[in-house]
Nanobody, 128 residues
């Protein structure tokens, strides 16, 4: 298992930007796929983005495509989510996740949710 600690987040006006970080410790970070999920009040947790071990393959939810960028730095054992052109509907608690599996996006989502490692969550609030 890998342990994940998140940083970043906060309050921003619509149209602004924020960057979330996820620092990993424990077993070899470079063997894990990384992902970001979010959960808004009263809603189920939803997938945001995922990146493969090497960073060569990336998935995005349609709602964030073109605005959010997921990345990773295996030398620093860290993953990032750069969020631009933020909208009030992006307001949620954001979670990073790690999983030792990669494949079609549905598989990645399922593995992360069912047996992944999770960060503590960080609040992102976008004001109109």
């Amino acid at each position: 298992q890998v342990q994940l600690v998140q940083s970043g987040g906060g309050l921003v006006q619509a149209g602004g930007s924020l960057r979330l970080s996820c620092a990993a410790s424990g077993r070899s970070f470079s063997t894990y796929a990384m992902g970001w999920f979010r959960q808004a009040p009263g809603k189920e947790r939803e997938f945001v983005a995922a990146i493969s071990w090497s960073g060569a393959m990336i998935y995005y939810a349609e709602s964030v495509k073109g605005r959010f960028t997921i990345s990773r730095d295996n030398a620093k054992n860290a993953a990032y989510l750069q969020m631009n052109s933020l909208k009030p509907e992006d307001t949620a608690v954001y979670y990073c996740a790690a999983a030792d599996s990669w494949g079609p996006v549905a598989q990645v989502m399922r593995v992360m949710q069912n047996r992944g490692s999770w960060g503590q969550g960080t609040q992102v609030t976008v004001s109109p």
